[in-house]
């Protein structure tokens, strides 16, 4: 009679052991001391890119600034321009707390989005807004790290060739560089003002 009972009790132990290693993955958001939700450090990162001047920049130059964070490519018609106003006007909004805050446009076109286009298509939104391209591994790594969809469609009977289905969130980043929120590109101005202010210390 007892092996059967040892038997069943290392079956528990087997089972409770492979709930607690799953589990591992599925990381609770708990905060940490310094309030972030540590299950949503999954998004962001290291990352190694060239601004509109040719220089290389990585996550570290942006340290002790928020970043606001947004993919999309130039050539995009209508979504990219949109949220690219929305989150410049936001910023122009929030005065000195906007002011904290580095808009970023990484392009995940490289092809066609050399790091002058960038630098320049980003500069008709704002005089802080930063342009990013690099080379496709750069592109490709960077967005993996921060869970971008993206992928090439090509466009038939058009000059342009073709465009980049995307997913459109904008990514808020802490002075440490650690993530703090997303918003939809689908926000509305006042919603995403609101939500920065929140956000912003
Ligand atoms: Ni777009």
């Keep these: 009679m007892k092996l059967p009972v040892l038997s069943w009790i290392l079956c528990v132990l087997a089972l409770i052991g492979l709930l607690a290693w799953l589990g591992s ?17 999954l998004i962001g990162g290291d990352f190694t890119l060239v ?37 410049q006007n936001a910023l122009n909004k ?34 802080t ?8 591994a750069q592109i490709d790594a960077v967005a993996a790290a921060y869970k971008v969809y993206h992928r ?16 459109g969130f904008m990514y808020l980043m802490g002075p440490d560089g650690a993530y703090i929120t997303p918003f939809p590109h689908t926000i509305s101005e006042q919603s995403l003002t609101d939500g920065l202010a929140a956000a912003i210390k």
């Design 152 to 167: 090439k469609a090509e466009v038939e009977d058009s000059a342009m060739g073709y465009v980049i289905d995307h997913s």
């Design 51 to 87: 601004d509109g001047a040719g220089k290389t920049v990585t996550e570290q130059d942006f340290r002790g600034k928020y970043m606001l964070v947004y993919f999309g490519f130039t050539h995009c018609p209508d979504i990219c321009p949109t949220s690219l106003l929305l989150i």
């Design 129 to 136: 807004m930063v342009g990013l391209s690099g080379t496709r």
């Design 94 to 127: 929030l005065n000195g707390k906007g002011k904290k805050v580095v808009p970023v446009f990484i392009t995940l076109d490289p092809e066609r989005d050399t790091p002058e286009a960038v630098g320049q298509y980003v500069a008709h939104f704002g005089p």
């Design 25 to 41: 993955d599925v990381v609770p958001l708990t905060k940490d001391k310094a309030g972030r939700e540590q299950g949503k450090a």
